[in-house]
């Protein structure tokens, strides 16, 4: 059974940072690209950064320059650094494995992130 459990998330004040976490099990981590996903209020879910097996990384453009995404495959875990924080920031973020750019497995519980200005 797959899991997807993400940690991290908190109420941040605008220029401010975060590391999100999210830990995989039921999966053969390191062979997966991973992403880092968010839904804000209203809007719907989108994909914010994403890392390949061979650790090649790709941003959205609202997020390019502030956020990293890294992976650490002996603890099945992908991270995701987010600096510069600003309150169009504010969402749930999840991570999920992906087939492309599609998620492959149920989503988790997300982390919630709040930016305040």
């Known amino acids: 059974q797959v899991q997807l459990v993400e940690s991290g998330g908190g109420l941040v004040q605008a220029g401010g940072s975060l590391r999100l976490s999210c830990a995989a099990s039921?999966?053969?981590?390191?062979?997966?690209?991973m992403g880092w996903y968010r839904q804000a209020p209203g809007k719907q879910r989108e994909l914010v950064a994403d890392?390949?097996?061979?650790?090649?990384?790709n941003y959205a453009d609202s997020v390019k320059g502030r956020f990293t995404i890294s992976r650490h495959n002996a603890k099945n875990t992908v991270y995701l650094q987010m600096n510069s924080l600003k309150p169009e920031d504010t969402a749930v973020y999840y991570c999920?494995?992906?087939?492309?750019?599609?998620?492959?497995?149920?989503w988790g519980k997300g982390t919630l992130v709040t930016v305040s200005s």
């Open positions: 999920n494995a992906l087939s492309g750019v599609a998620p492959m497995y149920r």
């Open positions: 890392i390949t097996s061979g650790r090649s990384t």
């Open positions: 039921g999966i053969i981590f390191s062979i997966n690209a």
